[in-house]
Every structure is written in C-alpha cells, then in structure tokens.
C-alpha cells in the first residue's frame, strides 16, 4: 500500500513539510465530531492548489490508494474518518478567499477558508451569507458544501445547495473540472453542482467555490419563548408559520441543555423551563418590529409560558451564545452521546415529540434535544457508553426506533449531517431503490476505482 516511495511522491507534489505521517500527526487526523469513530491514516497531506489536489489524486487513483476529502474534522457523521486508511486530503491551508464582488454580490473562496472568517470579511462590506452551521468558528466552506450544511438561519433563507453559484472540482482521476460561474441564473445542462453538494467527499474534491451573498439585514430582533411541554413548543412552531410570518431562525432547546449549559457558564437562563424556543425576525427596521410582534402574539396564543424580547444586541447575543454552547453542553454529558439529526415536516413536530417521549418511556434510555425547530431539524440526543457493549447495542437500537419515528411522520434520515459512517445501514429504507441504484452507478462512474471516501455512505465498499 503506502511505502517509503509512495510518501516520497507525495512530498514531490505538495513539500516535505506538507506530508504527515508522524503517529501524533496521524492521530489528530483520526477522529471527528462524533464520538463513536476513530481510525488512522496512513499519511496526511496538505496541499495548497487546485494542481496539487489533482497530482495527488491521479497518484492515489494510480496505485488505488483511498482518500479522505478534509475541512476542519467538525462533521457529526464519522464523514473525514479514514475509515479504510490511506490519505487524508486536508484542505485547511487552501483557505483565501479570492473575491468579494459586492456590486455582484458573490463571493469565490478556496475550500478551507473557515465559515466564521468568511462571515468577518463580508461583514466589513455589509453583506451576508446566511447558512450558519453551529461549528462556525472551525468548519470550512469546502465541508460544508460537501455536507450541503444548515444552521439557524435557514427557515428563511435556506440551506448550503441555496447559495453555491459556481464550483470547480477535482474528480478522482485529477481531472480538474468547473462547474456552473458567477451568475445567479445558469440552465446549462444538467445541475452538476448539486450532485458534489452533500457528496460528502464521495465524488470528487472540491478546490473552489463561488457563492451568492445578500445584503446584510438592516435590523433583527430576538425573542426568547418558555413552554413547560415540549410538544406545545412544537405546536407552537407550525402556528408561527401557519400565521404567514417567517422568522429567520427558530431555534430549540430542551430542559437539560438548557441546564448545562446554565452550570457551565451562569447566565440566567430561565432553568425550571422543558424546553426553550429563540427567535429572530430580521429585514427593514418597520418589517422587523411588525413581525416580532406577530411572532410574540402567535407564542403566547400557543402556549407559552413566558414571552421576552431582547431590550438590545448584548442580550440577544447572549440568547444565541446559549444556543451555539447546546452541542458541547450535550457531547459533554456522557462517555458516548449518539446524537442524530433527523428533520420532519415542520406540522408534524409535536406528532413527532410525542413519539420521542414513547421510545424514551420504553427503551428507559433518557433523550435529550435541542435543534432547529423552524426546519424540523432535531438532533435527540442519548447518553451512553461504548464501552458498556450491551448497553450501547440497546442505544443505537433505541436510535434505530428514532429513525423509524422520523421516517414515519414523513421525515428524512439526515437534515444537515449526512450519512457517512452513522447512518448508512438505513439508507435502504429511507431511499426510493431506484434512486439508490442511480446514486451507486454515479459514483461508479466518477470514482471507478472507488479510492474517495470509500466506506462511506454505502453499506459495501464497491458499488
Ligand atoms: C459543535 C458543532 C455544531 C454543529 N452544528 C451544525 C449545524 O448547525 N448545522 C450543520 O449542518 N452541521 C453542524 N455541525 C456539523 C459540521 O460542522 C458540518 O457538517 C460542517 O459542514 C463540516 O465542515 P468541516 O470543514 O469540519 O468538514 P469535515 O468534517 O472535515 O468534512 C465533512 C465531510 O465533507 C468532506 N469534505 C470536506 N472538505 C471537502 C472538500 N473540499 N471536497 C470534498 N469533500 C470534502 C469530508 O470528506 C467529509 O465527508 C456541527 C458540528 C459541531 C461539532
């Protein structure tokens, strides 16, 4: 597989320096956001260009070696792990951002600029990007196209796919390949795009991205709303929709998260509240004032309990740094957190609350959620431990019937993580066949030798 004469190309095409393979190094290299996956490369590699990248793959391709496609290691689906050894293709020092043309309004940026740099620059410019994945202080654009990533902002303004204009992409055998440009408009053939946004690192490696930006809201306001049931939270949810206003983020925090993240960093969070629901109206300061205050009537009309509205910026930022700890304040709860990301039709979400509170009754395994409820994105959460085998079997069968739950009111399997490792054993049944079938014959095509991400998505590794 890899020896003395593999690595010595390798540094040929990206500099000595650029070319891991102490054990520490690999180490680092062997893990990502979840916590059930670890495995080591073979070797890293941290190319700079576009021509590294494809001298790299042509290389791998050649001697049939894998490679795994990495941003920032901050994917919650066992995505970067080298699950078959081989390459890791790390992106993190391709991270310039080439252009930002506001009279255009896009931007072209390199795959390892991290999201939060990116929002810093446009920011000086008044312009916005909204996907806003909770990792955005680490992840990169590139895993976030490849993971096709949400956050908060999308109720109103969409998801990762919603914004990429234009992409260029390294296919397995170094083919350098561009797709789509700087226009908000392109029918010309077929949407390639899309098939390398949430592939996951599976189809191709992506050096370059031009997305479209908007400009920056003139103003928001931020809400905060108590239930003393979760289901009612839920409820309240579709009643906000169904009233014809749409905030620009609804957001989800449960009981214990909320008390987490209260321990460890007070800030005087209602703690005695099942669940906690932040909003955020945005647009012209007029449009903003009318839409809170429908938002605020609809909440209390709903059920809430208590209904505040952020007096100013400090503490609506407060507001949203609780909701940005929610995940650490989770994945800190326990040995081993399995935590998920389903997503249901938004009028299903108290149908699907209550049947989450049934599978915790029966299986005895406590869940935990927070989420982005405005999508019907929910990431349950259960507390367990690998170590404990019998325990973490009757935990991710506890999972299993979570999935089951979503698949039932309508749901998908993934909102924002994707499959990766997690949750490829139920594709089969979240998936039409046929389109499972048209999906392996893509891949089959673009990667023929399988040396991208192989292991991932699909349940066998040759398809
Ligand atoms: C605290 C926390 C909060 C999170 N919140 C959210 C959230 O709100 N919404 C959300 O959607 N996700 C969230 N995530 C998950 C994660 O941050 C996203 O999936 C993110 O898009 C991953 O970016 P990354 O740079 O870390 O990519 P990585 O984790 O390194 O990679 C992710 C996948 O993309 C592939 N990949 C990476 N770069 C490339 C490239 N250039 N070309 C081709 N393939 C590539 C990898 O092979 C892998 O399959 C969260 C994670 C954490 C830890």
């Known amino acids: ?72 290691g901050t994917n919650v689906s066992g995505g970067s792990i080298p699950i078959k050894g081989g390459i890791v293709l790390c992106t993190t020092r391709m991270n310039k951002i080439l252009d930002i043309n506001k009279a255009n309004l896009t931007a072209t940026v390199e795959p390892g600029v991290v999201l939060h740099d990116l929002n810093l620059a446009l920011a000086k410019q008044s312009l916005f990007y909204p996907p806003d994945p909770q990792s955005f202080l680490g992840c990169t654009i590139g895993g976030t196209v490849a993971e096709n990533a949400g956050g908060p902002y999308c109720v109103k303004y969409g998801v990762t796919k919603q914004y990429i204009l234009g992409l260029e992409v390294v296919l397995a055998n170094g083919y350098i390949m561009k797709l789509g440009g700087v226009t908000v408009k392109n029918r010309t053939g077929y949407e390639l795009m899309m098939l390398f946004t949430g592939s996951e690192g599976t189809l191709g490696v992506i050096t370059k991205i031009t997305l479209k930006l908007i400009p920056m809201p003139l103003a928001n306001k931020t809400m905060m709303a108590v239930f003393d049931d979760i289901a009612v ?3 309240a949810v579709s009643n906000i929709l169904a009233s014809g206003v749409v905030p620009a983020k609804i957001e989800f925090v449960d009981n214990f998260i909320l008390r987490r993240i209260e321990e460890m960093t007070p800030m005087g969070l209602p703690v005695e509240a099942k669940a906690l629901m932040l909003l955020q109206a945005d647009g012209s ?21 208590e209904v505040r509205v952020a007096k100013d910026a400090d503490e609506a930022m407060k507001y949203w740094k609780m909701r940005s700890a929610g995940f650490a304040a989770t994945y800190g709860a326990a040995h081993t957190v399995l935590s998920e990301d389903v997503a249901v039709p938004r009028d299903r979400l108290a149908d699907f609350i209550h049947k989450l509170e049934e599978i915790s009754a029966r299986t005895g395994f406590f869940i935990c959620y927070l989420g982005h409820a405005g999508d019907g994105n929910l990431h349950p959460s259960i507390f367990t431990d690998i170590r404990n085998k019998e325990e973490f079997t009757r935990a991710q069968q506890a ?27 139920f594709l089969k ?19 023929p030798n399988h040396i991208l991400n192989p292991g991932k998505v699909w349940e066998e590794e040759k398809v």
């Open 233 to 235: 939270g839920g409820q």
């Open 1 to 72: 597989m890899i020896d003395k004469k593999f690595i010595a190309e390798l540094s040929k095409i990206v500099g000595k320096e650029a070319v891991l393979t102490s054990k520490e190094d690999l180490n680092a290299y062997s893990y990502d956001g979840t916590a059930t996956w670890v495995h080591m490369p073979d070797v890293v590699v941290l190319p700079t260009t576009a021509e590294q990248v494809s001298r790299i793959l042509k290389l791998a391709d050649d001697n049939q070696i894998p490679v795994t496609p990495r941003g920032a």
């Open 285 to 305: 300061p007029a449009a903003v004032e009318a839409e809170a205050q429908q938002i605020v009537d609809v909440l209390k009309k709903s059920g809430a309990k």
């Open 429 to 447: 049944k979240a998936m039409d066949p046929v389109a499972l079938s048209l999906m392996r014959k893509i891949k089959g095509i673009l990667d």
């Open 399 to 425: 999972m299993e019937e979570i999935f089951e739950a979503a698949l039932s009111v309508g749901g998908v399997l993934s909102g924002e993580h994707g499959i990766g490792l997690e949750k490829q054993r």
